[in-house]
């Protein structure tokens, strides 16, 4: 009873008080053999925090090394401990266990029990025990102490931050790197990682240190890549990205150098040499000082930011308000040089060198304001705030500001690891401490340095996929016939919340020293987070394996997902299937495993511990199953549930959005994160997009493609420009967009660079609909157009300080104008007209980053150069659909392509039929297996063409035989007829088949999935030989039949007036022959019919242009459908127009009806 109470008053304290969680992981050891000095347990994982600006991501793992057997702990009950049973018939729950900071090990073992409750009489697990800790004791038994605690702790990274804060690293206590013997002479100091391969040999016994460097001097990058230094290569875009983040080990690529003495000065770092050198123009000293007559010294840049740029302080007058003394708006307030009193002074009388108090009083508030930051587009002044950067910042404990206590000095040293007090015997006060260390050291007090692999990844999808949630598995493997997993790390990728992230991992070999013998790369898994899809595996390997620390610096591009690899068929996956790595070039193969297997080619078996809902990828060196969970699901089993997606939906994403739990990497108050539907924007999806109504006056010449630029102004930062691209159709003359960024200025770009201004606004408002009207006024001229040769030839530095003059001509009445650099418009600012001019790139490429998903030669366009959230197709004459995936030209068209989009004989009609409702259910993803519709795109299409082009062939040959029995007359023989038949029937369907073989080989299936549905296309491509090949063989199917129809009808009407005319010699020809169509209607009705019905497909095919996007498919409709009409119209066409057929037909139904009076009587 005791235990229930004290467990119902536990679960109070955490509903009312928030407490840090301290869940350790890897409290199961597996055994402890002879390596066991490798193995990572009882660790504490953390995000670590890189400041708000940042946007790298890492998680630090602090493990121990000494063995639990080392400490003796004697359990004495002091921390009340419940057992599984007791738990259960609470009814607490996994999650309540997680909360309560309980072992991850633990909580999963208590979700295994709970699970097989139900399902079996297993008792086994119900004495197994939770300890309830109470912080800042954690741990399996409670046994571990966190040395610096406070009660305003939120989290476990206040934790450590304050333990490092209380404890901070002394440089004076060196660690070691000892995997490299090494004798440093006179020098006591041990090696250090970073002294191999520094240049400098240290080693005085051979230069051990410096034996295999000159294979990093040698080293070649790639042209996409930049060389540190020390010859490693990095991704080019990574240089001088982040100051305080260098990629090279080196730092060389974040570090300025001098270059004949001369700075490289970059946005990100201005400096006191970049920003004070003066700059020689044709013999002058030219600086941002020189020529600023036209240059007005007061402007939204200048106004309020506490340095007078005017002589006489205009730029400052009202910004610095009192509230004891109310001055007019051409005075400044001063100090009276005699009382000291605060004074109004008149704008002309400040700098008139008769005041020089006032002027000093000004100069020292000049002097001791700090230097400006650089100044980016605003369109307002210095003090109003347009919009805030950061506006979701990760509090840290500084904002926090928390009382620290000053601890004692510390007993035990743990250099760069976390020290812990261990609880040996709570009664007799008995402690130990012990270290948990992070991945770069190890050792009892983490004295030593560790052998690892240092990465740093940066995903990029393709735009088929930046809406979808990324499994990503990181493995450190070897060469060896077990390929071990030495370590991995795993984490969640989405694109447009993580595209700009790098994420940085250590990966440990496991076993010191590594084995120098093996060859280890990086292996890397990737899954859809949702659906457990296999998206790929990346490779890369690790090129010199003698650097102890090997810095891997990488861009990851995500296969796309149809993409299609060459298929391997190696005999030796036993247990397995063979695979391609995405990334390499010369098809690099690998045996994926299935679950319950391992090993270089899947032979050596394990006890998968993975949930049955879960993906099992393989096993660590450390005989622990490794995971891939479905979104609802973590812990290392997937045993455990998020339930945070699963509660009130007015607590989470709303208007259909997504819900996606937020992983370890990321640490934040924020839980979940929604990925919202196109339409809807915020936080929660509660908020709806902006529409924007763009309307174009008569006088404006439309192009085709339309380009929008979104710009949207930064506090503090270069403004962030976002584009769409849409298509302007012939009839309309407006654009309704929907958009769902921040935006203040919105430019127009028609084809050759014409720009307009459409929408300036100092204030960005949600979920409002704007609308503008362009004239032809709105055009922004180029700088050609307002300054003569010379004056644009100048110098930019110089020609930028003329830029006013243009918005102060009121006779052109210019909204904005451009040069190759900048964008500018003009603005009125107190009673006066200027420029304000932003930098522009007029030639950026948004071609998703090279990797472009569009069919047949399609260019595929992002609205932003780095982090895209929308891409479009841009198609070739001829070709459309979302990815270019449907061709209109002649003989191309299908019904995918003609009504797929705008979907809300008899066996032909039945195929024909078939196709059309699989089409419709696929579309509306009623059918949605991958296996089904493979099949039915190879084959329906395929028989399709096949008893189309048969249906026209037999047809001809009807015509034709009825012409030869015209011909023959009395000489017919039938039943030599039918035995040629029989034969021509055979012969078709060989030639049909033969000639139409090629296509069900090159169908395929492409996944469209984006904001606005989900749809699957059956579509084909063929090489450009065969395509020639496909429209000489359809043309020959149809014209050919075509032709011996239309000879046959002509020769049977001739032959058999003929053959009257001779008889009735008396009468005239036009008689006989106006007697014999209407006595032979029926076998002249076919045939004619057919060439009627033939000749709009023949005339839609050579004579119509293509078919250019889904509005032109009412004429590509009918000339489709057409085809089918014949087989749809056999009735019509062969029984009614004939006498005999009709009498046939009449006696069948009469047969008929009299059956079923007959059995109906009977049933009475």
Not at 28 to 37: A, K, M, Q, R, V
Not at 340 to 362: G, Q, W, Y
Not at 618 to 630: F, H, K, M, Q, T
Not at 1121 to 1149: G, N
């Amino acid at each position: 009873m005791f235990r229930t109470k004290y467990l119902f008053y536990f679960i109070l304290i955490h509903f009312i008080i928030a407490t840090p969680q301290i869940n350790l992981h890897f409290t199961d050891l597996i055994n402890e053999n002879e390596s066991s000095d490798v193995l990572q347990h009882n660790c504490l994982r953390v995000a670590a925090f890189m400041g708000t600006s940042r946007l790298d991501r890492e998680i630090i793992t602090y493990c121990m090394n000494d063995l639990p057997s080392k400490f003796d702990i004697e359990n004495d009950n002091i921390f009340p401990k419940f057992k599984f049973s007791e738990l259960s018939q609470q009814n607490i729950t996994s999650q309540q266990l997680y909360i309560w900071s309980a072992p991850i090990d633990i909580i999963e073992r208590y979700q295994f029990y709970l699970d097989q409750l139900s399902a079996s009489y297993d008792k086994s697990m119900e004495t197994q025990v939770f300890y309830n800790c109470t912080l800042p004791r954690f741990g399996p038994m409670c046994q571990y102490e966190m040395i610096v605690y406070e009660q305003n702790y939120m989290s476990l990274y206040d934790i450590i931050v304050g333990y490092y804060r209380a404890y901070g690293y002394r440089p004076t206590k060196l660690t070691c790197y000892t995997h490299l013997e090494c004798n440093r002479g006179s020098f006591s100091a041990c090696l250090d990682w970073s002294d191999i391969c520094n240049g400098y040999v240290d080693c005085v016994d051979g230069g051990s240190d410096e034996e295999h460097c000159w294979q990093l001097e040698i080293n070649e990058c790639n042209d996409n890549e930049y060389r540190c230094h020390n010859g490693q290569c990095i991704p080019r875009e990574f240089f001088r990205d982040d100051t305080g983040s260098p990629d090279c080990v080196d730092g060389s690529d974040e570090i300025l150098e001098l270059s004949q003495h001369v700075y490289q000065c970059t946005i990100q770092q201005p400096s006191f040499e970049c920003e004070e050198k003066t700059l020689n123009i044709d013999g002058k000293n030219e600086t941002d000082e020189t020529e600023c007559e036209q240059w007005p010294c007061k402007n939204i840049y200048t106004h309020c930011d506490g340095i007078w740029n005017c002589p006489n302080g205009a730029d400052e007058i009202g910004c610095y308000l009192s509230p004891t003394l109310n001055c007019s708006s051409d005075h400044h307030i001063c100090i009276e040089p005699i009382t000291h009193e605060l004074m109004c002074l008149p704008i002309t009388k400040a700098n008139n060198e008769m005041l020089s108090d006032v002027r000093h009083f000004l100069c020292y508030e000049i002097q001791r304001k700090e230097k400006q930051q650089p100044k980016y587009l605003s369109l307002n002044a210095s003090r109003e705030v347009v919009e805030n950067h950061n506006e979701n910042k990760v509090n840290s404990v500084n904002s926090r500001s928390p009382f620290f206590e000053i601890y004692p000095q510390r007993e035990y040293e743990c250099h760069r690891g976390l020290g812990l007090r261990v609880w040996l015997n709570d009664t007799k006060n008995l402690t130990t401490y012990a270290c948990l260390c992070p991945p770069s050291f190890y050792g009892e007090q983490c004295q030593y340095q560790n052998q690892r692999v240092s990465l740093t990844i940066k995903f990029q999808t393709l735009s088929d996929s930046l809406s979808t949630l990324f499994a990503i598995i990181i493995s450190l493997i070897d060469d060896g016939e077990e390929r071990i997993i030495h370590s991995h790390e795993q984490f969640t990728y989405l694109s447009s919340r993580d595209c700009k992230v790098k994420f940085n991992a250590y990966l440990l070999y496991s076993t010191r020293p590594k084995n120098q013998t093996k060859t280890y790369l990086i292996h890397i898994d990737i899954y859809e987070k949702f659906s457990l899809n296999y998206r790929g595996s990346l490779l890369f390997p690790i090129k010199f394996p003698f650097l102890p620390v090997y810095r891997l610096v990488l861009i990851a591009v995500i296969p796309r997902k149809d993409a299609k690899y060459p298929r391997c068929s190696k005999s030796q996956c036993v247990h397995g299937k063979c695979m391609i790595y995405s990334n390499q070039p010369e098809n690099v193969t690998f045996c994926q495993c299935n679950q319950g297997w391992s090993g270089r080619f899947c032979t050596i078996p394990h006890t998968s511990m993975c949930s049955s809902d879960s993906i099992s990828i393989g096993l660590s060196a450390y005989n622990r199953s490794i995971c891939v969970c479905p979104i609802n699901k973590f812990g290392p089993c997937c045993l455990l549930i998020d339930s945070i997606c699963q509660t009130n939906n007015n607590l989470t994403c709303q208007n259909g959005g997504q819900c996606i739990p937020m992983d370890e990497y990321t640490e934040s108050n924020q839980k979940f994160l929604c990925i919202c539907p196109k339409g809807y924007i915020g936080d929660l999806c509660e908020l709806i997009d902006n529409k924007l109504i763009i309307k174009f006056e008569h006088d404006v010449a439309l192009s085709q493609t339309i380009m929008i630029h979104f710009i949207n102004i930064i506090r503090n930062a270069a403004p962030i420009r976002t584009t769409t691209l849409r298509t302007m159709p012939l009839t309309q003359i407006s654009l309704t967009i929907y958009w769902s960024r921040p935006f203040h200025i919105v430019f127009v770009e028609l084809q050759n660079k014409i720009y307009y201004l459409a929408v300036v606004q100092k204030t960005y408002q949600r979920s409002i609909t704007t609308t503008t009207i362009i004239n032809k006024s709105d055009r922004c001229q180029h700088i050609n157009e307002l300054f003569n040769e010379t004056f644009v030839k100048l110098n930019l530095l110089r020609r930028i300080k003329y830029y006013h003059l243009p918005c102060q001509n009121l006779s052109t009445n210019l909204t904005c104008f451009y040069d190759n650099l900048h964008l500018c418009f003009c603005y009125d600012y107190q009673q006066q007209r200027l420029a304000n001019c932003f930098k522009f790139n007029h030639d950026m490429k948004f071609d998703c980053f090279g990797q472009s998903v569009c069919e047949n030669e399609g260019k595929c366009f992002q609205d932003t150069p780095d982090c895209p959230q929308r891409a479009t197709c841009i198609c070739l004459p001829c070709f459309y659909g979302a990815r270019c995936q449907f061709i209109s030209t002649r003989f191309g068209l299908s019904l995918d392509a003609i009504l797929g989009s705008s979907i809300t004989t008899l066996f032909t009609t039945i195929i024909f039929g078939l196709k059309f409702w699989i089409l419709l259910l696929a579309q509306m993803t009623i059918i949605s297996n991958p296996l089904f519709l493979r099949i039915q795109c190879i084959s329906l299409d395929f028989l399709l063409r096949v008893f189309l082009n048969m249906d026209q062939w037999l047809n001809a040959c009807i015509a034709l035989e009825r012409a030869i029995t015209t011909l023959m007359a009395a000489g017919f023989d039938k039943k030599k007829s039918k035995q040629i038949a029989k034969i021509v029937i055979s012969i078709l369907i060989m030639f049909m088949i033969g000639t139409n073989i090629y296509d069900p080989i090159y169908r395929r299936l492409i996944d469209e999935e984006n904001e606005d549905e989900k749809r699957t296309w059956c579509i084909v491509t063929y090489p450009s030989s065969l395509q020639t090949f496909n429209s000489f063989m359809q043309t020959f199917h149809f014209l050919v039949p075509f032709l011996i129809n239309l000879i046959s009808a002509v020769i049977l009407i001739i032959k058999k007036s003929r053959q009257q005319s001779n008889v009735r010699p008396n009468r005239a020809y036009k008689q006989i022959l106006k007697q014999q169509i209407q006595k032979h209607k029926h076998l002249i009705t076919a045939p004619v019919i057919l060439v009627i019905l033939g000749i709009p497909r023949l005339v839609i095919s050579f004579i119509s242009q293509c078919m250019k996007s889904t509005n032109d498919a009412y004429l590509f409709i009918a000339g489709y459908f057409v085809s089918f009409i014949p087989p749809m119209v056999t009735f019509l066409v062969f029984v009614l127009p004939s006498e005999f057929y009709k009498k046939q037909l009449y006696a069948s139904l009469t047969t008929f009806r009299t059956t079923i009076q007959r059995y109906l009587q009977r049933i009475r």
